[in-house]
């Protein structure tokens, strides 16, 4: 599993601020290790984008992810952190993408985007949230994904 997360304040939401944070990648190769596995790649503003990454071994947070195996399926279920700004109505269940099931050796892509409120004003975060069940290649996420939801709306 990889989490790929950018952060930016308003001075990257328009150009040529946006199109740098439009151009950074939605995967990077995993690192050599046993999985499971979380590998964490954040990328900010503050330090013009550098990737900086972590590894954590074992499954990530049911805060974060919700996953359930069966009959040699996984499935998987990103868990908003806020509801996003369209889900703001009270409406936010029937909207959400349902859990994605993966077969082994099938890859997913999950996106959705984030507005926070901070002490100096507001902040935002792309989440991009790899998996793949099984065994794969170091490079398993540089390909097109098996499954993609976008759930990245408009922030202003």
Do not use: K
């Not at 990257?12 to 596995?37: I, Q």
């Not at 985007?113 to 792309?126: P, V």
């Amino acid at each position: 599993m990889q989490w790929v997360r950018a952060y930016w304040t308003r001075r990257s939401r328009g150009a040529p601020g946006a199109v740098r944070r439009n151009a950074l990648p939605e995967a990077f190769p995993l690192p050599d290790a046993a999985p499971p596995f979380v590998h964490e790649v954040r990328m900010s503003e503050s330090d013009d984008f550098a990737p900086h990454s972590t590894l954590t071994s074992g499954r990530p947070s049911a805060a974060d992810v919700e996953l359930a195996e069966a009959d040699g399926i996984l499935h998987v279920l990103l868990v908003a952190q806020h509801a996003p700004e369209w889900a703001r109505n009270g409406l936010d269940l029937p909207w959400r993408p349902a859990a994605v099931p993966l077969r082994p050796r099938q890859t997913m892509r999950w996106q959705i985007n984030y507005r926070f409120t901070a002490e100096r004003g507001w902040y935002y975060r792309l989440d991009t949230l790899n998996v793949t069940y099984g065994t794969c290649s170091g490079e398993v996420f540089l390909h097109p994904p098996t499954h993609r939801i976008n759930e990245r709306t408009r922030l202003p």
